[in-house]
C-alpha cells in the first residue's frame, strides 16, 4: 500500500480563540491581524511580518520588531497565546485527516 501523505492543518486553521480575543483581533486592521495570528503561533517577528505582508521585505525584522511592541498589537497577541491550543489541536486535526485518507 503507497504512503498517503497528509499535509499539516496551518496554524492558521486551527484557531481556539474565547470571544474577548475574537474581539481584539476585529479592532486590528488585516495586516496587524494577520501579524498577531502568525506571531502567537510560534513565528519570529520577522517572519510573522513577512508572512502577513506576503512580501520578501529586508526590513522586515524591523517592521515586524515595531509591530509587535504597540500597545493593542501586544494586547492581541497575549491574548492569542493564552487562548491557542496549537500543538495538540494541530495533533489532532491531522490524526483524522490522515485517517480519512487511509479509509
Request: proline share 6%; aromatic share 10%; net charge positive.
Amino acid at each position: 500500500m503507497p504512503m498517503i501523505h497528509v499535509p499539516y492543518p496551518t496554524r492558521i486553521e486551527t484557531p481556539d480563540y474565547t470571544l474577548e480575543t475574537i474581539a481584539l483581533l476585529e479592532r486590528l486592521n488585516p495586516l496587524e491581524r494577520s501579524f498577531v495570528e502568525w506571531y502567537a503561533s510560534g513565528e519570529s517577528a520577522a517572519e510573522a511580518y513577512r508572512r502577513a505582508s506576503g512580501e520578501e521585505s529586508d526590513n522586515a525584522k524591523m517592521l515586524g520588531y515595531k509591530m509587535k511592541w504597540k500597545p493593542h498589537i501586544d494586547q492581541a497577541i497575549q491574548a492569542c497565546r493564552k487562548d491557542r491550543n496549537f500543538g495538540a489541536k494541530c495533533d489532532r486535526e491531522w490524526k483524522i485527516r490522515k485517517l480519512k485518507a487511509i479509509i
